[in-house]
Antibody, heavy 112, light 109 residues
């Protein structure tokens, strides 16, 4: 069975960097796709982007292009979402999703 | 970027049938948009119900079905149960990017 386990909640200050992870089991990131989804407090789901076959083909939603970086380490079946300079508006739950299976979400709080 | 529209809220009686729809600002929704449907309950991660228009995910109850209806993607729930009360989101693909609808809050009452 496919399982996606995400890293724990983070509390950061504006301007700090962050990298969150999504570890898969029973699933090959090298073969299929993995996407990232944002859910701001009390709001709906937003598609951030997708990586096909590892990171050989990475596509960002225009709203997130240049704001985040998606990557994958196929050797340890782990995908990453990273920010170089967080803003308060990045406060949200971030989900990874692969072939229809979802991670449990990572809450990122950015506050001074 | 395209805008994907869903009914903000719907109500269904226990045991009843309800259809949720998902439209696109670019025109008719087709199988080429690879419609997905997700269910999300408060405080939980979403779960996938339907992919590629009408394919059920591994744990999707039989009472849920997906289709194309009148130029939109549709999710039909037949025999609603109290446990089906949740937010439902559709996702459409557009040449390399994807867009969620705003979600439908389904009440079973």
């Amino acid at each position: 069975e496919v399982q996606l386990v995400q890293s724990g909640a983070e509390v950061k200050k504006p301007g700090e960097s962050l990298k969150i992870s999504c570890k898969g089991s029973g699933y090959s990131f090298a073969t299929y796709w993995i996407g990232w989804v944002r859910q701001m407090p009390g709001k709906g789901l937003e598609w951030m982007g997708i990586m096909y076959r590892g990171d050989s083909d990475t596509r960002y939603n225009p709203s997130f292009q240049g704001q985040v970086t998606m990557s994958v380490d196929k050797s340890i079946s782990t995908a990453y979402l990273q920010w170089s300079s967080l803003k308060a508006s990045d406060t949200a739950i971030y989900y990874c999703v692969a072939d229809g299976y979802w991670g449990q979400g990572t809450l990122v709080t950015v506050s001074s | 970027q395209a805008v994907v529209t869903q009914e903000p809220s719907l109500t269904v009686s226990p045991g009843g049938t309800v259809t949720l729809t998902c439209g696109s600002s670019t025109g008719a929704v087709t199988s080429g948009h690879y419609p997905y449907w997700f269910q999300q309950k408060p405080g939980q991660a979403p779960r996938t119900l339907i992919y590629d228009t009408n394919n059920k995910h591994s744990s999707t109850p039989a009472r849920f079905s997906g289709s194309l209806l009148g130029g939109k993607a549709a999710l039909t729930l037949s025999g609603a149960q109290p446990d089906d009360e949740a937010d439902y989101y559709c996702l459409l693909s557009y040449s390399g990017s994807s867009v969620f609808g705003g979600g439908t809050k389904l009440t079973v009452l």
